[in-house]
């Protein structure tokens, strides 16, 4: 194991203040884009990453001595935060539904799609997505968007490497399935459409 990665690992178990300033340095990116691929909502996933080392530190007697790159460790926290935000924001919106009706709020959605280039193709992603059962999702961001292999994102996920092919396998499947727009269902398969997810590396740290 590379020394200054067991170097790390040991002063982050000790609560090195500077070693975790290293950490976020390293990751703070990848933990963002982890948490915005799984929300789709960039406040929210700033929200995460701050989240993430909070649980981080608290945490961090837990953290292995041996191993290597922290970026599973800490992908795999930020996944357990999101759910936990996901959670609460549908309580506090089911309680927001019980008040009384008041001027709409305004609905930023479009602000987010005037940032990519093809709103057309991002909500069809999004429909796509939203068909995938979220442990799907999950593996989904870990593997192919956040480029872990099998065996790290099943350490930060706490599954089997077994459960983590085969969700991702069936969310592929999915995708493939609902990423084709309707007026391309009658093309061959393949013809003149954008593959349903490749890869996008972040490296591996």
Not at 7 to 25: P, S
Not at 185 to 201: H, K, L, N, S, V
Request: aromatic share 6%; charged share 30%; with cysteine.
């Amino acid at each position: 194991m590379d020394t200054n990665l067991r170097n790390l690992r040991q002063r982050v178990r000790a609560g090195d203040h500077d070693a975790f300033g290293d950490l976020f340095d390293a990751y703070a990116r990848s933990v963002y884009n982890h948490a915005f691929r799984l929300t789709g909502e960039w406040a929210t996933a700033e929200d995460v990453v701050s989240l993430t080392f909070l649980d981080a530190w608290r945490l961090r007697e837990r953290l292995d001595e041996e191993g290597g790159s922290l970026r599973p460790w800490l992908l795999g926290i930020a996944t357990n935060v999101t759910r936990n935000t996901r959670r609460a924001a549908r309580r506090h919106a089911a309680a927001m539904a019980r008040l009384p009706r008041e001027e709409p709020v305004r609905d930023f959605a479009d602000e987010i799609a005037g940032r990519l280039d093809d709103a057309a193709q991002l909500d069809l992603v999004r429909t796509a997505l939203a068909r995938l059962r979220r442990p799907e999702r999950e593996v989904l961001a870990l593997c192919v968007w956040s480029g872990l292999d099998y065996a790290a994102a099943a350490q930060a996920l706490g599954v089997p490497v077994g459960t983590v092919r085969s969700r991702l396998s069936r969310a592929r499947t999915k995708l493939a399935k609902h990423m084709e727009p309707p007026e391309g269902r009658g093309q061959m398969r393949g013809e003149g459409r954008t593959p349903a997810a490749g890869p996008i590396r972040e490296g591996n740290r």
